[in-house]
């Protein structure tokens, strides 16, 4: 999606992912300050807090899964030109994007703010949806027939194996995505911890 890309004669959807692909990484953002903003002192509620912590945590390993799914049998870089069935990507064509839903309905539960579920919902899905559509647009333009394979055979967010694992992740793949996605995860859980004593202090 970096590379030049045409729109011309593309859909609506995908003209707007493709504008919009810049600023995908920003999508909770207004939540993350809403929650610092509207969280209080409150009395425990243990079920709530272990749901949000399971989800944010779910969320993180699901992105780390993802890049290293990323990276070819014996490679800890991401391999350009790889359309892989490795990982979570027999499962899911964008598991990256659902580990970020994951993060911040989970940071909502965390704050004890579940009401913002919906909105988070709603603006995750208003900008992750047409930007799917713009990578899928230039992936079917770069790969063609195999990627239009792939697109019939897994789920764009998730659901059973579309197709056999090809390989395995190694250990070295493992910590190289944990070292990849380190400004992601020590963020995420340092906010999450901070919330957590601000909320029951």
């Known amino acids: 999606m970096d590379q030049p890309f045409d729109t011309n004669?593309?859909?609506w959807l995908v003209k707007l992912g493709r504008r919009l692909f810049p600023y995908r990484g920003f999508?909770?953002?207004?939540?993350?300050?809403?929650?610092?903003?509207l969280?209080?002192?409150?009395?425990?509620?243990?079920?709530?807090?272990g749901l949000g912590w399971g989800l944010m945590l779910a969320g993180l390993a699901t992105r780390i899964w993802g890049v290293a799914g990323w990276y070819a049998p014996g490679a800890t870089q991401q391999t350009q030109g790889l359309i892989t069935n490795r990982g979570p990507y027999i499962y899911s064509r964008n598991p990256?994007?659902?580990?970020?839903?994951?993060?911040?309905l989970g940071l909502c539960a965390i704050a004890h703010l579940p009401y913002l579920w919906l909105p988070f919902f709603c603006l995750w899905g208003s900008i992750h949806i047409p930007v799917i559509h713009a990578e899928e647009a230039v992936l079917l333009r770069r790969y063609g027939n195999d990627f239009q394979d792939y697109l019939n055979s897994v789920a764009r967010f998730w659901g059973p194996a579309g197709r056999?694992?090809?390989?395995?992740?190694?250990?070295?793949?493992?910590?190289?995505?944990?070292?990849?996605?380190?400004?992601?995860?020590?963020?995420?859980?340092?906010?999450?911890?901070?919330?957590?004593?601000w909320r029951f202090h």
Not at 39 to 49: G, Y
Not at 96 to 104: E, Q
């Open 39 to 49: 969280a209080r002192p409150v009395p425990p509620n243990a079920a709530l807090l």
């Open 96 to 104: 990256r994007y659902v580990g970020n839903l994951a993060m911040g």
């Open 164 to 197: 056999s694992a090809q390989g395995t992740i190694s250990g070295r793949q493992w910590l190289a995505a944990i070292g990849a996605e380190r400004q992601t995860w020590a963020g995420w859980i340092m906010l999450a911890s901070c919330l957590s004593w």
């Open 27 to 37: 999508v909770g953002l207004p939540f993350l300050i809403l929650c610092l903003l």
């Open 9 to 11: 004669g593309a859909s």
